[in-house]
């Protein structure tokens, strides 16, 4: 009896431990912060890495989360939803864009409040974008252009004329010149 005692009263300890802990992880990790927080929506041409639940930043701190994406169908851009701290208030010139941690980090939207005096509202949408931009895309690029022109045959572009330009004028080439014959040693011939 004095065993089943001792080990309840370890199983309830054990609980509460796991409960505070949860707790403590719930509250720092901002995932709170957000609740009741004000709804705003933002169109990108691009949000790869952005998921219902990732950060909004402003300025390294988070001040809300995605809490939807769906697709426009008449100009195919994507809508997110955004749900921000209401603490946090921002203009309608505020800018939102899709960027990375760094090279291989997650993404997340930073938004860059502007110098208006309109504040937005609950529904309010942010209109200054600028989608995710593809890392691999960019690699691929620098890689394959830095090598155009260096051996291969393929050249940057630099020597055509633009499109619709009339092409420089070649100069005209010079005749070769005949080969002048020898002119024959001169001897001092004079008579004595």
Do not use: C, H
Not at 101 to 130: W, Y
């Amino acid at each position: 009896m004095k065993n089943t005692t001792v080990e309840t009263a370890i199983g309830a300890l054990v609980i509460l431990i796991a409960a505070g802990f949860f707790a403590f992880a719930y509250t720092t990790s901002g995932k709170s912060t957000t609740t009741g927080g004000y709804r705003l929506t933002a169109e990108f041409d691009n949000v790869a890495g952005v998921n219902t639940g990732t950060d909004v930043r402003l300025a390294g701190i988070k001040v809300g989360t995605v809490v939807s994406q769906s697709l426009n169908p008449d100009n195919y851009q994507a809508v997110v939803t955004m749900s921000i701290d209401p603490k946090v208030k921002l203009t309608d010139d505020t800018t939102a864009k899709v960027t990375s941690e760094g090279l291989l980090g997650s993404n997340f939207i930073a938004l860059d409040p502007g110098g208006s005096d309109t504040l937005l509202a609950d529904g309010g949408k942010i209109t200054n974008t600028q989608g995710s931009v593809d890392i691999w895309t960019l690699i691929s690029t620098a890689m394959f252009d830095s090598n155009k022109g260096k051996g291969g045959g393929a050249t940057d572009g630099a020597d055509k004329p633009a499109e619709g330009a009339q092409p420089a004028p070649q100069p005209e080439a010079q005749p070769e010149a005949a080969p002048q014959p020898e002119a024959a040693p001169q001897t001092d011939t004079q008579p004595q």
